[in-house]
């Protein structure tokens, strides 16, 4: 059988902090994917087991030995309203494996059934999301943008009601952790401090152990995880990716891109493009999530409160520093990002103008984002359509003047991104039972 290294360090917390809970059996799983190289990353041993005993463990059909399986609480403002209990209603999580480098994998299947969280859910997932979140962690994990990831997708034998009946399917995610702000929300909505004061020592050792001995370890929390979705949201705009659902219960407090709904790399590049048809005001669009994931952690400020000075109003004022020092942090890294894909180096100042002539250019002709970019590395010329926009054209002499002509902006422009109809169709192609189209975009 399959050795996993258990160590559930989570399973070891306070009881309230989730629901023991082992996955719901299914009909007639078949495995459909394994990520081999992530699987050698953790560690895992392989030899000797077969496709059905896989299927069977990543369909929660056989609880592996060590598991420790529990559904997590927690909170969430979603869309901007408050929930104050929300929690794993369809993902178990199995347990943590320990790497032999020390690195710590939380093993989660999605789709394993009803637990306490479930609010009248079914606790399943068909095989789309199941397919879209397996290929777009995985293409942002190869792009270089911290993420969960999937290390294998199984069908369940079983149909799933949703507007219709649908095939029925698994996906094993892995992730650092997953603690988000909307935990921390959930002991703070009960006045929890114990429990906050637990789970901060625990994300500070997941995440952050060089930060652990802070003086207040409550604020070094913040300070890191402000710092960490600073540069993982400048890397989401570099790639034009727009996550579609950034409510706090899915905002990682260790950084990582998590919880892959509606979620899509833009084609034609625009600021005011939203990916999710229940977002009707736009809360989520692409240019907005800078100032959502500062509201996401100035609702972990909040909650981190009463743990990080015992004086309200001394603790507003050291936490309201934190969150003040987002903007400057994210424009760094933002410039970071933008400047290696225009081979400037870091971009800051009046050098800034650059890039935001750049993009007011695309978003004017309706340009796509990564074929734009894609073609000024690959040619160090614009675009055919662009290429008559007279703005643009000064913009391009000046750009010639300080581009590096010696960088390979090849390495920061990819040439493949996961699109949207390209995922749509990968998906339609497997509910007929054809998962060829899967299996290329994925090699891809």
């Given amino acids: 059988m399959l050795d996993m290294h258990f160590d559930n360090s989570y399973a070891r917390l306070p009881a309230r902090f989730f629901a023991s809970q082992a996955p719901l059996p299914v009909r007639a799983p078949r495995l459909i994917a394994f990520n081999h190289p992530l699987a050698r990353q953790m560690g895992l041993a392989l030899e000797g087991v077969s496709e059905?005993?896989?299927?069977?463990?990543?369909?929660?059909?056989?609880?592996?030995?060590?598991?420790?399986?529990?559904?997590?609480?927690?909170?969430?403002?979603?869309?901007?309203?408050?929930?104050?209990?929300?929690?794993?209603?369809?993902?178990?999580?199995?347990?943590?494996?320990?790497?032999?480098?020390?690195?710590?994998?939380?093993?989660?299947?999605?789709?394993?059934?009803?637990?306490?969280?479930?609010?009248?859910?079914?606790?399943?997932?068909?095989?789309?999301?199941?397919?879209?979140?397996?290929?777009?962690?995985?293409?942002?994990?190869?792009?270089?943008?911290?993420?969960?990831?999937?290390?294998?997708?199984?069908?369940?034998?079983?149909?799933?009601?949703?507007?219709?009946?649908?095939?029925?399917?698994?996906?094993?995610?892995?992730?650092?952790?997953?603690?988000?702000?909307?935990?921390?929300?959930?002991?703070?909505?009960?006045?929890?401090?114990?429990?906050?004061?637990?789970?901060?020592?625990?994300?500070?050792?997941?995440?952050?152990?060089?930060?652990?001995?802070?003086?207040?370890?409550?604020?070094?929390?913040?300070?890191?995880?402000?710092?960490?979705?600073?540069?993982?949201?400048?890397?989401?705009?570099?790639?034009?990716?727009?996550?579609?659902?950034?409510?706090?219960?899915?905002?990682?407090?260790?950084?990582?891109?998590?919880?892959?709904?509606?979620c899509a790399f833009m084609d034609a590049y625009h600021p005011e493009t939203v990916f999710s048809s229940i977002d009707s005001y736009g809360r989520y669009a692409y240019q907005n999530q800078p100032q959502i994931t500062q509201w996401n952690l100035a609702q972990l400020a909040t909650a981190l409160l009463p743990v990080i000075d015992g004086d309200e109003a001394r603790a507003i004022e050291l936490a309201t520093d934190v969150i003040n020092r987002f903007p400057g942090l994210y424009a760094a890294a933002w410039g970071r990002i933008f400047g290696a894909k225009l081979g400037l180096g870091a971009v800051d100042g009046a050098r800034v103008a650059l890039v935001t002539d750049l993009l007011e250019g695309m978003a004017h002709a309706g340009a796509d984002f990564t074929q734009t970019f894609r073609h000024l590395a690959e040619t160090r010329a614009l675009p055919p359509a662009l290429a008559q926009d007279a703005r643009l054209s000064?913009?391009?002499?000046?750009?010639?003047?300080?581009?590096?002509?010696?960088?390979?902006?090849?390495?920061t422009n990819p040439a493949i991104i996961p699109r949207n109809h390209q995922i749509e169709a990968v998906i339609a192609a497997a509910v007929a039972g054809d998962f060829g189209p899967f299996d290329r975009l994925h090699a891809a």
Avoid at 54 to 81: I, K, W
Avoid at 394 to 411: C, N
């Fill in 52 to 262: 059905a005993q896989m299927a069977a463990l990543f369909s929660g059909n056989t609880v592996p030995q060590g598991a420790d399986p529990l559904a997590m609480a927690y909170a969430g403002h979603q869309f901007g309203g408050w929930v104050p209990q929300l929690g794993d209603g369809r993902a178990i999580l199995l347990g943590e494996v320990l790497a032999q480098d020390g690195t710590r994998w939380d093993v989660q299947l999605k789709g394993a059934g009803r637990t306490p969280f479930s609010r009248g859910g079914d606790g399943r997932a068909w095989l789309g999301p199941v397919l879209r979140e397996y290929l777009v962690s995985e293409a942002m994990a190869a792009l270089g943008v911290p993420t969960t990831r999937a290390l294998a997708a199984v069908t369940t034998g079983e149909d799933v009601a949703r507007e219709t009946l649908l095939p029925g399917a698994i996906l094993t995610r892995v992730a650092r952790s997953h603690i988000r702000v909307g935990t921390f929300q959930y002991f703070a909505a009960r006045q929890d401090h114990d429990g906050l004061e637990v789970l901060t020592s625990h994300a500070l050792s997941r995440h952050y152990p060089d930060r652990m001995d802070a003086e207040v370890p409550a604020l070094a929390l913040l300070e890191a995880a402000v710092e960490a979705q600073a540069d993982l949201v400048a890397r989401w705009m570099g790639f034009g990716f727009i996550h579609g659902v950034m409510n706090t219960d899915n905002c990682h407090v260790g950084g990582e891109t998590i919880d892959y709904g509606p």
């Fill in 394 to 411: 000064a913009w391009f002499a000046q750009w010639q003047g300080e581009v590096d002509g010696g960088a390979d902006l090849t390495r």
